[in-house]
T-cell receptor, first 112, second 112 residues
Framework: DAGITQSPRHKVTETGTPVTLRCHQT?????MYWYRQDPGHGLRLIHY???????DKGEVSDGYSVSRSKTEDFLLTLESATSSQTSVYFC???????????FGNGTRLTVT | SQQGEEDPQALSIQEGENATMNCSYK?????LQWYRQNSGRGLVHLIL?????REKHSGRLRVTLDTSKKSSSLLITASRAADTASYFC????????????FGQGTELSVKP
């Protein structure tokens, strides 16, 4: 899996609580991405990073924030979880912004 | 937003048959990529085809790109049960800053 670890793999949380998902890579790739996957929507980009402390929004960024203080770690935070954020979240990395992505195995998040 | 649309949504074939999946997109692209996703796992990159290429091969995979029709196809020859997975196209369009946009995928089932 190209040295990508997502944690936790599964999480159940209550509406209104903050949640942080972690993506850790050992490939020293510059680019990191967070996607969510939902039935009928495919994968949608939430946020991405093109370097330490350099991040930008994707197409579904509302309700999410990210941080990248080290090359190897990219954190996704749901500031106040809602049921609509129940999804499978995938982290991906790449060496350049139009290069193939390497994905982690995902985090299944359920918001009750 | 720019998005690849796969067709068909689901495909069921017998082992040994060929499987063809199609992808259409809306705006000019830099490249188009195909990914495979096994159940419960992250996506795995299969092949990248650039906008100035018309056909590319990788093992039993053949990808074609027709930029005039804004479409691509993925052919898997002599399919095996292990090819059972979901297949996604992803486009890197000129106006997306290099971010990949994924389609909703084709679910392929290969019966032994």
């Amino acid at each position: 899996d190209a040295g990508i670890t997502q944690s936790p793999r599964h999480k159940v949380t209550e509406t209104g609580t903050p949640v942080t998902l972690r993506c850790h890579q050992t490939e020293n790739h510059r680019y990191m991405y967070w996607y969510r996957q939902d039935p009928g929507h495919g994968l949608r980009l939430i946020h991405y990073s093109y370097g330490v402390k350099d991040t930008d929004k994707g197409e579904v960024s509302d309700g999410y924030s990210v941080s990248r203080s080290k090359t190897e770690d990219f954190l996704l935070t749901l500031e106040s979880a809602t049921s609509s954020q129940t999804s499978v979240y995938f982290c991906a990395i790449s060496v350049a912004d139009n290069s193939p992505l390497h994905f982690g195995n995902g985090t299944r998040l359920t918001v009750t | 937003s720019q998005q690849g649309e796969e067709d068909p949504q689901a495909l069921s074939i017998q082992e040994g048959e060929n499987a063809t999946m199609n992808c259409s997109y809306k705006t000019s692209i830099n490249n188009l990529q195909w990914y495979r996703q096994n159940s419960g796992r992250g996506l795995v990159h299969l092949i990248l085809i650039r906008s100035n290429e018309r056909e590319k091969h990788s093992g039993r995979l053949r990808v074609t790109l027709d930029t005039s029709k804004k479409s691509s196809s993925l052919l898997i020859t002599a399919s095996r049960a292990a090819d059972t997975a979901s297949y996604f196209c992803a486009t890197d369009a000129h106006n997306q800053g290099g971010k990949l946009i994924f389609g909703q995928g084709t679910e392929l089932s290969v019966k032994p």
